[in-house]
């Protein structure tokens, strides 16, 4: 048996289809003078307030890590007098908190033999920017990481995960410059690309499936199937491995169970499954709900089962109604047409084509074969 003919494998990848990373905020300070207008605080609780606070990024000093050269923001050791302690405090606009969310930024210290040191916060009290009065305190926040160096680091990004929350909430992440003794140490920060995304938890609750992934193939004329089913986004980042070819030219994967099919098998949808959103109704964004939030949500719902075909996805002409809270919430349950699938043929030339496939045009698109491109899916 030639092993080259066969499609080996599918892998399913949160990178591929972006709909299992949820933006919560995204701020590359090309202009902060817009900064208090969206949310973020800037508090200076240095022992003495010198001569600047956080200012717009200077390009003499050196570029920003990703646009126009000052589109970044910075802090120096003029945040306080001469001989000071600095305690400048950078706060994000309140976003939804779940744990296994992430914290990416770019970071630069510039050092030049003066100890330069940025801390990291994170706060689960809501809309508060509370940090306290000193030099010394931080307020509702805490520790998260901490940076510090006394050369040039050069643009790092940086990544920081949130972890051991109860449950779902609201908060805000701070980045605090931090200085002892400005006669000795403290030079010039900048900090760019501030972005904050949740990945959903695999709970009973909110955990979002990818399915039924399919990728199709043929040889000599006849069309061949391989069907990965009951696969999390969570389980294939957090587990992925080498997989191994069997003697039938198929790959087994890690926490994955890989079988040829002669046709596609419509799925139930899983009852009472499937990630709710929520969209706050002061601030506009769409986040995951609280505990509180959630109840309403559920006494709100309106049963669906009479507007589920035989695929398992609703009709969408009989989609349910958003769902509103007395305080002007709106949730919606999302089924797996939602969702997005990373598919993968083998073209004319042999070579493997994997598109990102939106879960409501999937069962189209395997029913044509290769020769239909995803049709909101990008190519790759």
């Given at each position: 048996m030639n092993l080259n003919k066969y499609l080996i494998g599918l892998v399913a990848s949160v990178a591929t289809c972006s709909a299992f990373a949820s933006p919560l905020l995204s701020e590359g300070f090309n202009d902060i003078s817009t900064l208090g207008a969206s949310g973020w605080v800037m508090t200076n609780n240095s022992g003495a307030v010198g001569s600047t606070n956080w200012f717009q990024g200077q390009d003499f000093a050196f570029p920003a890590a990703a646009g126009a050269s000052n589109s970044y923001i910075a802090a120096n050791f003029n945040n306080a007098v001469f001989g000071g302690?600095?305690?400048?405090?950078?706060?994000?606009?309140?976003?939804?908190?779940?744990?296994?969310?992430?914290?990416?930024?770019?970071?630069?210290?510039?050092?030049?033999g003066a100890v330069d040191t940025v801390q990291v916060y994170y706060s689960t009290a809501g809309a508060s920017s509370n940090v306290g009065s000193t030099a010394t305190s931080t307020g509702d926040f805490r520790l998260l990481g901490t940076y510090s160096a006394s050369a040039d680091t050069g643009w790092t990004n940086n990544t920081l995960a949130l972890s051991g929350l109860s449950g779902a909430t609201t908060g805000r992440y701070a980045?605090?410059?931090?200085?002892?003794?400005?006669?000795?140490?403290?030079?010039?920060?900048?900090?760019?690309?501030?972005?904050?995304?949740?990945?959903?938890?695999?709970?009973?609750?909110?955990?979002?499936?990818?399915?039924?992934?399919?990728?199709?193939?043929?040889?000599?004329?006849?069309?061949?199937?391989l069907a990965l089913a009951g696969l999390s986004a969570s389980t294939l980042v957090a587990q992925a491995a080498e997989p191994?070819?069997?003697?039938?030219?198929?790959?087994?994967?890690?926490?994955?169970?890989?079988?040829?099919?002669?046709?596609?098998?419509?799925?139930?949808?899983?009852?009472?499954?499937?990630?709710?959103?929520?969209?706050?109704?002061?601030?506009?964004?769409?986040?995951?709900?609280?505990?509180?939030?959630?109840?309403?949500?559920?006494?709100?719902?309106?049963?669906?089962?009479?507007?589920?075909?035989?695929?398992?996805?609703?009709?969408?002409?009989?989609?349910?109604?958003?769902?509103?809270?007395?305080?002007?919430?709106?949730?919606?349950?999302?089924?797996?047409?939602?969702?997005?699938?990373?598919?993968?043929?083998?073209?004319?030339?042999?070579?493997?084509?994997?598109?990102?496939?939106?879960?409501?045009?999937?069962?189209?698109?395997?029913?044509?074969?290769?020769?239909?491109?995803?049709?909101?899916?990008?190519?790759?």
């Open positions: 302690a600095v305690s400048n405090w950078l706060i994000t606009p309140e976003v939804a908190m779940t744990n296994g969310e992430q914290l990416n930024f770019s970071l630069r210290l510039l050092g030049e980045f605090r410059y931090l200085v002892d003794d400005t006669s000795v140490n403290g030079d010039y920060i900048g900090i760019d690309s501030v972005n904050i995304s949740a990945v959903p938890e695999p709970t009973t609750a909110l955990m979002l499936l990818l399915g039924l992934g399919v990728v199709a193939f043929s040889r000599k004329k006849q069309l061949r199937l191994q070819t069997g003697a039938n030219g198929l790959m087994s994967f890690p926490n994955a169970r890989v079988a040829v099919q002669p046709e596609l098998a419509a799925t139930a949808a899983p009852a009472g499954s499937g990630m709710v959103a929520y969209k706050d109704a002061a601030t506009g964004q769409l986040v995951g709900p609280s505990a509180e939030q959630a109840a309403e949500l559920a006494a709100a719902a309106v049963p669906a089962a009479a507007s589920v075909q035989s695929t398992g996805r609703q009709a969408a002409s009989a989609r349910v109604a958003p769902l509103t809270t007395a305080r002007g919430g709106v949730g919606r349950k999302l089924d797996d047409s939602t969702a997005s699938y990373a598919v993968v043929h083998k073209d004319a030339n042999g070579q493997l084509v994997e598109s990102c496939v939106p879960g409501e045009d999937v069962a189209s698109h395997l029913a044509h074969g290769p020769s239909l491109p995803a049709a909101q899916g990008e190519q790759q």
